[in-house]
């Protein structure tokens, strides 16, 4: 047995079967929300998967599967976004377009649009919230953040989707 095989977690650290079964088609439309195309979303959450189970014993002390899994992977495709971008601008440079296709899916442009205008960190906090329906203390261990600022940032982030989709009176808190 090779060295790499014995490196990895046993599987039934965490419930991999119950993510898939249970949460792994919600928490790809979330991190899509949050990354904008299915397939970078696929993408990142199943690299998230492969972290989690790295984490082998230590995985046991995630509050919440879907929140970690989604948070991992939405800062794991928001890095890929910007090496892209950092590739896209050096590809202008000598030349060659960038593509700029936008991807519509469902009828989905309007909220999709909203949370695209929402800074990263409001977006990523409002898509676990309201789509994974992930608790502000699971979102708060997941980002390492304060219950508090999970709650601002919600706020904020109820407020301008408000807004962005023409229903300013129905930003009120729950």
Known sequence: MT?????????????LD???????????????????????????????LVKLVQLGSAAS???SIPAWVTVVASNGAHSG???RGSEERAL?????????ATEVIDGRLDLDRALAALPERQRQIATL?????????????????SDGTVKTQLSR??????????????????
């Not at 119950?18 to 990354?35: E, H, K, L, P, S």
């Open 129 to 145: 919230h309201y789509l994974l329906d992930a608790s502000v203390a699971s979102i708060a261990q997941a980002l390492e953040i």
């Open 92 to 100: 202008g440079r000598v030349g060659v377009p960038a593509d700029s």
């Open 3 to 15: 060295r790499a095989a014995t490196d990895v977690a046993p599987v039934d650290l965490v419930d």
């Open 18 to 48: 119950g993510f898939v079964t249970r949460d792994y088609a919600r928490v790809v439309a979330a991190v899509r929300r949050i990354c904008g195309t299915d397939i970078d979303a696929e993408d990142a959450v199943q690299d998230a």
């Open 157 to 174: 982030a109820r407020a301008a989707l408000a807004v962005a989709l023409g229903h300013q009176e129905g930003a009120s808190d729950e």
């Open 81 to 83: 976004r910007r090496r």
């Open 61 to 63: 002390s995630v509050e």
